[in-house]
């Protein structure tokens, strides 16, 4: 069964760093894209960062280029969004998913920027 | 980046009825690979999203086929035929033909 666990949320004050880890399991990690995809309180979905297969490729949405880094430790099966510089408008669940295109997704794990 | 618009944006429906959902993206998102880069999701209340149909119309792993995807080009639409309580939630669009991938607003579907 394909399963990806997020974690590392919490509550954070504008200007701070949180570092999301997602666990994956029940499929070939190595051989697939990863992505995180954020969700605001009440809004809709919102895609924010990919990474190929073995990491040198990645991509972010404008709004977080320069403070966002993603990356991956295939050895661990797992994925990190390395959340810097953070402000109010980035508190959202973020959710880790496989594939390029999402397809397996967690649970979300919920960041609050706030003072 | 490219734009998608759902139609309507909310919807109510009766149990055994079909429900259909429009999706346009502000360019093509057929791809010089031939392949059709348009899914659909489905965020049932309190969890996470679900893929429901990816490169259109196929339906991923475990879908009903009552889901079913069709359209080309900017135009795409999905049925639920025979709507059942369990389908009801937030229904997505999103494009993935290039970065970024965009989603469009969600349609949320209701069980008269």
């Known amino acids: 069964e394909v399963q990806v666990v997020e974690s590392g949320g919490g509550l954070v004050q504008p200007g701070g760093s949180l570092r999301l880890s997602c666990a994956a399991s029940?499929?070939?990690?190595?051989?697939?894209?990863m992505t995180w995809v954020r969700q605001a309180p009440g809004k809709g979905l919102e895609w924010v960062a990919n990474?190929?297969?073995?990491?040198?490729?990645?991509y972010y949405v404008d709004s977080v280029k320069g403070r966002f880094t993603i990356s991956r430790d295939n050895a661990k099966n797992s994925l990190y969004l390395q959340m810097n510089s953070l402000r109010a408008e980035d508190t959202a669940v973020y959710y880790c998913?496989?594939?390029?295109?999402?397809?397996?997704w967690g649970q979300g794990t919920l960041v609050t920027v706030s003072s | 980046d490219i734009v998608m618009t759902q139609t309507p944006l909310s919807l109510s429906v009766t149990p055994g009825q079909s429900a259909s959902i429009s999706c346009k993206s502000s360019q093509s998102l057929l791809h010089s690979d031939g392949k059709t880069y348009l899914y659909w999701y489905l965020q049932k209340p309190g969890q996470s999203p679900q893929l429901l149909i990816y490169e259109v119309s196929s339906r991923f792993s475990g879908v009903p086929d009552r889901f079913s995807g069709s359209g080309s080009g900017t135009d795409f639409t999905l049925k639920i035929s025979r709507v059942e309580a369990e389908d009801v939630g937030v229904y997505y669009c999103m494009h993935g033909i290039h970065l970024p991938p965009t989603f469009g607003q969600g349609t949320k579907v209701e069980i008269k």
């Open positions: 029940g499929f070939t990690f190595s051989s697939y894209w």
């Open positions: 998913a496989s594939r390029y295109a999402p397809t397996y």
């Open positions: 990474i190929n297969q073995d990491g040198s490729e990645k």
